[in-house]
């Protein structure tokens, strides 16, 4: 099963993702994760890419497919795999259509996860992540059970992204409605775009999904 999380930056789509990707065997493809791992190391493509994703703007599509292509194609991703994050431009949806031809695979549910975009800027600002083991957490509607201690990891080191404070999230915010809002149509318009309720409580959000995924 092949899936793509559509939303706005704070919807929920990669807490989301690694809940399916461990109830269903799939592989959340996560195109922000792929390229802060690339700036971590230091690589070509990381440098590129840094000074957009700092300031809140949109990579390169060509870079971008160009990741993604390379990445469906590894051995872990025939089990099926969850898009967070990607497509985000008309180019991109397009792009995926005919490399997903090309291919000979699919996508089963394009998901759209419906917010309300004013809460979206306290949900991104809050949140955090252990850096040991990746878990996310939030300062306000997910804390640590231990005041600084991981509940998955006991790791006591923890991190926030450089691109989630406020003034970038804005920018992030406004990205999104002028160069992703216009692939929702698209889907829409091919009559093959669901919905779930992004402003639930995590839990029920992805008993919704579970619903549609069946
Ligand atoms: P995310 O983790 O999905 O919020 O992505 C973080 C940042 O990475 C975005 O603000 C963009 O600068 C960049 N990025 C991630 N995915 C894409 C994409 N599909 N197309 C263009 N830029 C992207």
Do not use: W
């Amino acid at each position: 099963m092949n899936l793509i999380l559509l939303g706005p930056p704070g919807a929920g789509k990669g807490t989301q993702a690694k809940r399916l990707q461990d109830g269903y065997g799939l592989v959340q493809l996560s195109t922000g994760d792929m390229l802060r791992a690339e700036v971590a190391s230091g690589s070509y493509l990381g440098k590129q890419a840094k000074e957009v994703m700092d300031s809140g703007g949109l990579v390169s599509d060509e870079l971008i497919i160009n990741m993604i292509s390379g990445r469906i194609d590894k051995d872990d991703c025939k089990a099926g795999f969850i898009l967070d994050g990607f497509p985000r431009t008309t180019p991109q949806a397009e792009a995926l259509d005919s490399m997903l031809q090309d291919k000979g695979l699919t996508i089963d549910h394009v998901i759209e996860m419906t917010v309300d975009d004013d809460a979206m800027v306290t949900r991104i600002t809050g949140r955090f992540s252990c850096s040991n083991c990746g878990a996310g957490y939030h300062d306000e509607f997910q804390k640590t059970e231990k005041d600084g201690v991981c509940d998955k990891c006991d790791g006591t080191e923890f991190t926030r992204r450089a691109d989630d404070n406020a003034e970038t999230v804005r920018t992030r915010l406004e990205a999104y409605h002028e160069q992703t809002a216009p692939i929702l149509t698209y889907y829409r318009e091919k009559g093959v775009m669901e919905s779930v309720d992004g402003m639930a409580l995590i839990d029920d959000v992805t008993e919704q999904l579970n619903a549609l995924l069946g």
